[in-house]
């Protein structure tokens, strides 16, 4: 007769499986991808005829990154710390200056007419550009508008653009509109 081997006992293994797994899971950070959070224009119909648009030469505010990350706002050289200036005085064109952008009077529902700047800040760069630089650009162009927001938001309503309900933010949006083009980086490094 042969003798009987004796079984383990396996069900305090699983246990101790499954708490290593917990651990593991609540000790392990995942890398987290972070992006420009930006809403993008709603995809045309198939049907949709393209429209070309033309704009004003005066009416664009160009941003250009080279690859030496050097900026220039239109023909100014500057750096990151003044780019929220010149875009905020370019947009609002408070002395009317016929080098910056026009304003356009426009008829918005619960506000009545206003004179909404027909700006487009034009963000350009190089394919050398750096990452960091490029995003701390773009960080500044949108600081200039949300700043104008906030100046009109609290000049109507008495309050920042943040605090605003949702039916005084869409008029914020209509009479300070947020209108920035970005090109395709170009190599300018082979080209003489």
Do not use: W
């Amino acid at each position: 007769m042969a003798k009987k081997t004796p079984d383990i006992n396996a069900s305090s293994q699983a246990d101790i499986a499954f708490l290593l797994l917990v651990f593991f899971l609540i000790t392990t950070t995942m890398d987290v991808d972070k992006g420009i959070p930006r809403k993008l224009p709603p995809m045309p119909e198939e049907n949709q005829q393209q429209e070309d648009i033309k704009i004003n030469r005066r009416n664009i505010v160009v941003v250009k990154i080279n690859s030496q990350d050097r900026i220039m706002v239109g023909s100014t050289p500057t750096d990151v710390s003044q780019i929220k200036d010149m875009i905020v005085e370019a947009l609002t064109n408070p002395s009317d200056n016929p080098n910056l952008p026009e304003k356009e009077v426009k008829s918005i529902q619960g506000l009545g007419n206003y004179p909404v700047s027909k700006g487009v800040v034009s963000l350009q760069n190089d394919k050398g550009t750096l990452y960091n630089t490029y995003i701390q650009v773009q960080n500044e162009i949108v600081r200039a508008i949300n700043e104008i927001r906030d100046q009109f938001a609290t000049q109507h309503y008495g309050k920042k653009y943040a605090q605003c309900d949702e039916r005084q933010q869409k008029i914020v949006k209509e009479a300070i509109p947020q209108n920035i083009s970005e090109a395709e980086p170009k190599d300018v490094k082979g080209k003489k």
